[in-house]
């Protein structure tokens, strides 16, 4: 919960850091909360950040396979 406290005081402080997101959406999957609001800023804002191409490249595998058995 402290590392949460403390990811939220840098996110308030500067919205737009793309470690910071990436961060508390690790933050929040660890601790079984949704991330959707800082996945969202971040593909927005940060479209060349690790995590976004990341999340991207697995977003479409799973539909190619979701393609293939259909």
Known sequence: MERETLLLE???KDAEDPETLANLVVCCIHLGNLPSRFVSQSRLAHLDHV???GASTV?????????SVA
Do not use: I, P
């Open 10 to 12: 840098a996110w308030n």
């Open 51 to 53: 995590l976004v191409k």
């Open 59 to 67: 977003e479409e595998s799973f539909d190619r396979a979701l393609q």
